[in-house]
């Protein structure tokens, strides 16, 4: 059986806002937060390099019922990962810690409101 691999989406060439992320166990996702002003919802992986995805048009019960799933990362898989979304880079988090010349220890905790997470 040949698989082709699905090319990754294209990061979004619009300006990132920052959402405040809430740390979540879960072996899939990492972080979820979201925006009531503009019903965008984002949201982390615990895999790869911890790039952002932001889910506009996430109706505040979508977002109440994710963070509430027994299982969130089945919960993804049936709501939300079918949903149109704009991909930032994990670079637009700040690392906790930094070395003096500004540059991110690649062992420091990435700051996640209610939370550290390690990227």
């Known amino acids: 059986m040949n698989f082709k691999k699905t090319p990754a989406a294209a990061f979004a060439e619009k300006d990132y ?5 809430t ?3 879960s072996n899939q996702v990492a972080a979820i937060g979201y925006n009531a ?3 965008t919802m984002a949201v982390t992986f615990t895999r790869g390099p911890g790039h952002i995805y932001h ?4 109706s505040p019960e979508l977002h109440q019922q994710f963070m509430a799933a027994a299982s969130i990362g089945k919960f993804f898989g049936e709501h939300i990962k ?4 704009d991909k930032f880079p994990a670079s637009v988090l700040v690392p906790v810690g930094t070395s003096a010349d500004g540059d991110a220890d690649a062992d420091a905790p ?7 997470s390690r990227t």
């Open 17 to 21: 806002t920052h959402i405040p992320l």
């Open 23 to 25: 740390t979540v166990e």
């Open 37 to 39: 002003a503009n019903s």
């Open 55 to 58: 889910y506009p048009d996430v």
């Open 82 to 85: 079918a949903l149109p979304f």
């Open 110 to 116: 990435t700051q996640i409101d209610g939370g550290t």
